[in-house]
């Protein structure tokens, strides 16, 4: 972190200053606050060894302006403006063409597309780096814009609704819970995940990625996904810390509710893989599947219940448009009016912003593989 960084990046451009209501909401959360300023400190550390500081500033701030992050964009401009300019060149082209595609379009980021970067000079790691930072800066761009509605629409918890007292019934078309919903190319099955890169052999890992991969998954160092991603150790390192502390602090949103938002961004970005996974962890949490075949068939609209439809169609929205999101007068109505608290709203936001990162690791750096 530079001198002219603030201490933490989100409070300066949302802005909450401290004591601010939004503020003390915000640092409820206070580990995915500690670990989003370390992701945004790992990825442009001006020692980090590999592609150059210029480089990736310029590449974050193509993202933030596609992505309508205006605050962000200028934050980023305004580094860069203090280096020299990186040199034209085939590398820089390949590096700004893949952010271009995976800012507003990411699940056009497919293999040919990534395997362009080694191509032009990139080391795996290098990819690595990129690739976290595209994922990293749409996460930002989300987690401002859903801050920003909360501190101009100002807080105050919303009257709690009443939960519908009728028995669920099974809807008699659909498999039951457990069984594999298969809906427009999107299930609930489990499946692999492939890596377009060359993955760490684990027996060469050193103690410090053996560390930090037992700590991001009990699973990670059997998975392609983690064994790219820990090229770049530091950088896995706090992406785990924000995605473990968003998926499952404890209070707010429920966690099936955490998983029903997943699975929509999954959905309306593309991603196979992850919206398989979060299906099936929203259906075994929730035992039932009817809202996921609704997202699966048509995201737009869904959830079977008014709570179910606030949170399907805040995920489309800040997922879709995040500047009108963080603009709109009334993007968080329907969520108080479905009787969601501020902490729960908080949680939703978070939850909604880092399948934005998500899904750009899983569809961008590999593939689903079933069976």
Same mark, same amino acid.
């Given at each position: 972190?530079? &001198?002219?960084? +603030?201490?933490?990046?989100?409070?300066?451009?949302?802005? *909450?200053?401290?004591?601010?209501?939004?503020?003390?909401?915000?640092?409820?959360?206070?580990? #995915?606050?500690?670990?989003?300023?370390?992701?945004?400190?790992?990825?442009?550390?001006?020692?980090?060894?590999?592609?150059? @500081?210029?480089?990736?500033?310029?590449?974050?701030?193509?993202?933030?302006?596609?992505?309508?992050?205006?605050?962000?964009?200028?934050?980023?401009?305004?580094? %860069?403006?203090?280096?020299?300019?990186?040199?034209?060149?085939?590398?820089?082209?390949? #590096?700004?063409?893949? =952010?271009?595609?995976?800012?507003?379009?990411?699940?056009?980021?497919?293999?040919?597309? %990534? *395997?362009? %970067?080694?191509?032009?000079?990139?080391?795996?790691?290098?990819?690595?780096?990129?690739?976290?930072?595209?994922? @990293?800066?749409?996460?930002?761009?989300?987690?401002?814009?859903?801050?920003?509605?909360?501190?101009?629409?100002?807080?105050?918890?919303?009257?709690?609704?009443?939960?519908?007292?009728?028995?669920?019934?099974? +809807?008699?078309? *659909?498999?039951?819970?457990? &069984?594999?919903?298969?809906?427009?190319?999107?299930?609930?099955?489990?499946?692999?995940?492939?890596?377009?890169?060359?993955?760490?052999?684990?027996?060469?890992?050193? $103690?410090?990625? /053996? &560390?930090?991969?037992?700590?991001?998954?009990? /699973?990670?160092?059997?998975?392609?996904?983690?064994?790219? @991603?820990?090229?770049?150790?530091?950088?896995?390192?706090?992406?785990?810390?924000?995605?473990? =502390?968003?998926?499952?602090?404890?209070?707010?949103?429920?966690?099936?509710?955490?998983?029903?938002?997943?699975?929509?961004?999954?959905?309306?970005?593309?991603?196979?893989?992850?919206? !398989?996974?979060?299906?099936?962890?929203?259906?075994?949490?929730?035992?039932?599947?009817?809202?996921?075949?609704?997202?699966?068939? &048509?995201?737009?609209?869904?959830?079977?219940?008014?709570?179910?439809?606030?949170?399907?169609?805040? =995920?489309?929205? *800040?997922?879709?448009?995040?500047?009108?999101?963080?603009?709109?007068?009334?993007?968080?109505?329907?969520?108080? !009016?479905?009787? %969601?608290?501020?902490?729960?709203?908080?949680?939703?936001?978070?939850?909604?912003?880092?399948? =934005?990162?998500?899904?750009?690791?899983?569809?961008? @750096?590999?593939? $689903?593989?079933?069976?």
């Amino acid at each position: 972190m530079t &001198e002219s960084t +603030p201490l933490d990046l989100i409070d300066a451009l949302v802005p *909450l200053p401290t004591g601010d209501a939004a503020h003390t909401l915000r640092h409820q959360r206070d580990k #995915v606050v500690a670990a989003t300023q370390g992701s945004y400190d790992a990825v442009f550390d001006p020692a980090l060894p590999g592609l150059g @500081l210029a480089e990736r500033l310029q590449a974050a701030h193509t993202v933030a302006d596609l992505s309508g992050g205006a605050a962000l964009a200028a934050h980023y401009a305004k580094r %860069l403006a203090t280096l020299p300019a990186p040199a034209a060149s085939p590398q820089l082209d390949a #590096v700004l063409e893949f =952010a271009r595609t995976l800012a507003v379009r990411p699940v056009e980021g497919d293999r040919e597309s %990534l *395997l362009r %970067l080694p191509q032009a000079g990139l080391s795996p790691a290098d990819v690595v780096t990129l690739a976290q930072l595209i994922a @990293l800066v749409a996460y930002q761009v989300r987690v401002v814009a859903g801050l920003q509605a909360l501190a101009a629409q100002g807080l105050g918890d919303a009257a709690p609704v009443a939960a519908d007292a009728s028995p669920f019934v099974h +809807p008699a078309h *659909l498999p039951p819970p457990g &069984e594999a919903l298969r809906i427009n190319g999107y299930t609930s099955e489990t499946l692999g995940w492939k890596a377009w890169l060359p993955v760490l052999d684990v027996a060469q890992a050193t $103690p410090r990625q /053996k &560390e930090i991969l037992q700590a991001s998954h009990p /699973k990670a160092a059997t998975s392609d996904y983690y064994l790219t @991603l820990i090229q770049q150790p530091e950088i896995l390192e706090q992406r785990s810390t924000v995605f473990n =502390a968003i998926m499952y602090a404890p209070g707010g949103l429920s966690r099936a509710e955490r998983e029903l938002a997943s699975a929509v961004v999954s959905r309306v970005n593309g991603c196979v893989y992850c919206a !398989a996974v979060h299906a099936q962890r929203f259906e075994q949490l929730a035992k039932r599947n009817d809202v996921i075949a609704q997202v699966f068939a &048509e995201p737009q609209g869904a959830g079977t219940n008014a709570r179910e439809r606030a949170i399907v169609q805040a =995920a489309i929205d *800040l997922t879709r448009a995040p500047a009108a999101f963080g603009a709109g007068a009334d993007s968080l109505a329907g969520l108080r !009016a479905a009787g %969601l608290g501020e902490l729960e709203i908080l949680d939703l936001v978070h939850a909604i912003a880092i399948f =934005a990162w998500a899904n750009r690791l899983m569809l961008n @750096l590999g593939e $689903p593989v079933r069976g």
